[in-house]
């Protein structure tokens, strides 16, 4: 099963600022997806952006934009002009394309807690 | 907004006792995934149904039991419940038809369980 890695249990960042989330995983697919979902304190899971695996060039979506290195499994998400808004747990997940007994459910990571302050 | 509506919002029930969630997905999804969240567990895949069948399993205990209605809700059953069955349940939807299965998983607010 494919592994979703989050080093950094919790991050802070000031507000205009520009953060870093990290996610690595671990697949021996070439085709899949990847997600970032944000879960503010109301428990809501929001999708943030997705990348194809296919595509080379990074997704971007206003302020949220990754860095998709294929051969290194690595997966970031960089916010930029931080709000407070922004503050929330941050999820990785992973998408396979071939379904298994799994179907096509997602890996998700254990989660980067973002502090944005003032 | 995604959509996706789950009732109740929280529940709170003693140890041995059978709950239903319930799940509306978003209007044209045919695919349903219930998650369950947890501290100690993360967010884990329980099941998938797929225009009313089931169609992949996770790491769901026997206990629980799902199904999807021909009017595509679904309804995840909780039985013998214990202590550790406290969790955020999260219902989400994709899978219009004509799309590519490659779309987006579109999740409900969670309804959050209590057991004690």
């Known amino acids: 099963a494919q592994t979703v890695t989050q080093s950094q249990p919790e991050m802070s960042v000031q507000e205009a600022e520009t953060v870093t989330l990290s996610c690595t995983y671990d697949?021996?697919?070439?085709?899949?997806?990847l997600f970032w979902y944000k879960q503010p304190p109301s428990r809501q899971m929001i999708l943030v952006i997705r990348q194809e695996a296919y595509k080379q060039q990074n997704a971007t979506e206003n302020r949220f934009s990754v860095n998709f290195q294929k051969a290194a499994k690595s997966f970031s998400l960089k916010i930029s002009d931080s709000q407070l808004g922004d503050a929330a747990m941050y999820f990785c997940?992973?998408?396979?394309?071939?379904?298994?007994?799994?179907?096509?459910?997602?890996?998700f990571g254990k989660g980067t807690s973002l502090l944005v302050t003032p | 907004d995604s959509g996706v509506t789950q009732t109740p919002k929280h529940l709170i029930t003693a140890t041995g006792q059978r709950v239903t969630l319930r799940c509306s997905p978003r209007?044209?999804?045919?695919?349903v995934y219930w998650y369950q969240q947890s501290l100690d567990q993360g967010l884990q895949f329980l099941i998938q149904?797929?225009?009313?069948?089931?169609?992949a399993k996770g790491n769901i205990l026997e206990r629980f039991s799902a199904q999807q209605f021909p009017d595509l809700h679904s309804e995840l059953n909780l039985s013998s419940l214990e202590l550790g069955d406290s969790a955020l349940y999260f219902c989400a939807s994709s899978s219009r038809p004509g799309q590519r299965s490659t779309d987006t998983q579109y999740f409900g607010p969670g309804t959050r369980l209590t057991v004690l």
């Open positions: 997940a992973y998408r396979t394309l071939v379904p298994s007994n799994s179907g096509y459910a997602l890996n």
């Open positions: 209007s044209g999804d045919l695919s």
């Open positions: 149904y797929y225009n009313g069948e089931e169609r």
């Open positions: 697949t021996s697919e070439s085709d899949y997806y």
